[in-house]
């Protein structure tokens, strides 16, 4: 699936018009993006995490002539496949993903019970 298709999904199932749904998949590739630059993680929960992690300098080959050459160091992008994503690429029912938390009211605290009266 490409961009478009993903637009065209969207928008079909969320019920929006196509330049909004391409204007959120845009903010929201921009917003991670720049969250993972500064180096902090974007987890979506039951989708997964992407986060930035470095990569230690490294002796790599040349494939055509087989020379060892440097490989510096540096950060790369990484995502990890929450676990309602890896059971739907499994095959199996993905996990349901839970509704927001909704404030309860406080529990009144228990009246003092009084002692029961004696039988004669």
């Known amino acids: 699936m490409n961009k478009s298709e ?23 590739t921009e917003v ?9 993680p974007v987890a979506l929960i039951g989708f997964g995490t992407f986060k930035s992690v470095n990569r230690a300098a490294r002796t790599g080959k040349n494939p055509k002539t087989g020379a060892p050459l440097k490989i510096a160091a ?11 994503l890896k059971a739907a ?6 996990l349901p993903m839970k509704p927001a938390a909704a404030k ?4 009144k605290p228990a009246a ?3 002692p ?5």
């Open 74 to 84: 540096k950060a790369v992008p990484k995502f990890s496949a929450g676990a309602g």
């Open 6 to 28: 993903l637009i065209d999904a969207v928008a079909e199932r969320a019920e929006l018009s196509k330049a909004a749904v391409n204007k959120a998949i845009d903010a929201m």
């Open 89 to 94: 690429g499994a095959g199996k029912k993905p």
């Open 112 to 114: 003092a019970k009084k």
């Open 32 to 40: 991670i993006t720049a969250v993972i630059a500064k180096g902090n």
């Open 104 to 107: 309860k009211p406080a529990a």
């Open 116 to 120: 029961a009266a004696k039988k004669k």
